[in-house]
Every structure is written in C-alpha cells, then in structure tokens.
C-alpha cells in the first residue's frame, strides 16, 4: 500500500484546493460538537477526515488489484456471534451502517471472511463508475441492490434469512425521511430499516467500521436494537429511527476522524449552513 506520509500530502493538497467541502467540513463540525472543540482542534479533526478519505481512494484502487486472500487478511470482525444469534431468528438481517471507516473494504472483506450480503446503494450516474462499484461490492460474492426499486428485492432476500446492509446517515428528502436529532439538531432520515423490521420481524444490528492504526479495518457487529411493538405505529417507526440515528451519534462521536462530514448532513432543515456553496 501507498505510504501515508504520500496519502498526507494528497490530503493536505485536497483540502487547500477543494474551498466547498473544506467549509462544508467545518461547518458541519461546529454545528454538531460547538463548543467542544476549538478552532484549532476543528481545523485538525477537518484536516484528518480528508487524510482518512484520501487513504479510501487508494484503497479503493487496491480492492481492484489485490487478491481476495489479502483483503481477508486486512479485515477484522467484531461480534460475529451477535450475527450468528439473529440469523437463527430465521428472518434475515438488517445491518444498519454508516459511512465511517471504509465501509466498503469492510463489507467485501466479511464477505470473503464469513457469508456473502446484499447491500443497498445508490447506483452511480457515469457508467463507467457505476460498473466500477458495482465490481467492488460484487466481488467474493456481495450483492448489491439499487437504492431506487430495490424493495421488492431487499424484502424477498429477508424473508430468505439474508443479511441487508443500508447505510441510514445521509440527508433524506422531505418526504421519504423522519426528523429525529443527530448531533443535538433535527435531520431528516431514511425510516426503511425500521419500517422493514417492524413488517417482518427482522432484528436490526448496527454494523460499523473504522480502520485500525496498523491499517487493518475493523467490523463492529453490535447486538440487535430493541424492538416496539404497540399501537401507536407512527411513534414506534419514530422511536426506531431515533435510537437507530443515537447508535450512529455515539459511534462517529468515538471516531469523528472517520465519518463523511464533507456530506452535507443538515441541508434539509437548515439551509443556510451550505446556502453560499
């Protein structure tokens, strides 16, 4: 792999060259942690999310070439036995995810390591980047599913005892998403993972990743989130996705140097934070 002293530099150059995710970065970090950090701090921490995606891009060229025996090799997984425990259930798993770590290396490697999983994902407009990623999450034996049209498909692959993974820590439209509080401010949020547990039973286990200092990543399986059931369906989905969004909240707050901040997070109800970018 590329040395990090090189990875630096590109992420140095990155983040001087490229003005809107530079601010969107910063902006994000002190609209969610404020006061607990300083300027200087918030500089740094926005400078190590730039370095830590960088380091995604090489080892994005890197699941391309290297062989499956190295990826496994570089992939650590945490909680399996929570996995093993829910599939028993007979009724598949949704493996809520976020983009922190490299999630990608993470999920190719379980694959590989352990049993194959389908992933929800926006399907790319270039073509080329399309075939591209869809070769990545394919590749030991991953499905993918599109993003768009896909629930038919994410149903049926539940009902087979398979696992899901939907990233849920992205901006949602107005009408498909659920205010709940992220960072101690409302953001709109994708309810499908709670929505599909609460139709057919499936446990919902946050999967989280992060890259380890000796440059192995790691896959974080925790056990199932609790689940609801009363006649009050709307306040039950809500409570859901709320306690879905906290588990995220504590993960990306552990490892703040390794979630998308350059995403912007808040557009929905608060505007003006990107209003000038």
């Not at 404020?34 to 370095?51: C, I, M």
């Not at 062989?67 to 996995?83: L, N």
């Not at 999967?207 to 200092?213: A, D, E, H, I, Q």
Request: glycine content about 6%; some cysteine.
């Amino acid at each position: 792999m590329i040395s990090t002293d090189i990875t630096r530099k590109f992420a140095r150059l990155w983040y001087r060259l490229d003005r809107r995710h530079r601010l969107i970065t910063l902006r994000n970090l002190e609209f969610a942690l404020g006061r607990e950090l300083t300027d200087k701090q918030r500089e740094g921490l926005a400078q190590a999310v730039f370095d830590h995606f960088i380091r995604i891009f090489f080892e994005a060229i890197a699941l391309l070439l290297f062989p499956a025996s190295h990826i496994r090799r570089r992939v650590v997984v945490i909680g399996q036995e929570h996995a093993e425990a829910a599939l028993k259930q007979g009724k598949g798993i949704i493996a809520i995810i976020a983009h922190a770590g490299n999630w990608e290396y993470t999920a190719l490697g379980y694959g590989l390591k352990n049993f194959p999983i389908a992933i929800v994902g926006r399907e790319h407009d270039h073509p080329v980047m399309n075939r591209i990623i869809r070769f990545l999450r394919e590749r030991g034996g991953n499905l993918m599913i599109p993003k768009r049209g896909g629930f038919k498909a994410i149903i049926s692959l539940l009902k087979r005892n398979c696992i899901i993974g939907m990233a849920i820590d992205q901006n949602t439209s107005t009408r498909g998403g659920m205010l709940v509080d992220f960072f101690g401010h409302r953001v709109r949020t994708t309810p499908i993972a709670a929505l599909l547990s609460r139709r057919l039973g499936t446990p919902v286990l946050p999967v989280f990743s992060r890259r380890l200092p000796d440059g192995r990543h790691l896959m974080h399986i925790h056990q199932p989130l609790p689940m609801i059931n009363t006649s009050d369906y709307e306040a039950d989905i809500e409570h859901q996705v709320q306690v879905q969004t906290y588990a995220i909240e504590s993960w990306v707050r552990r490892y703040p140097d390794q979630w998308l901040w350059l995403h912007r997070r808040w557009k929905n109800r608060y505007p003006e934070l990107y209003n000038d970018l």
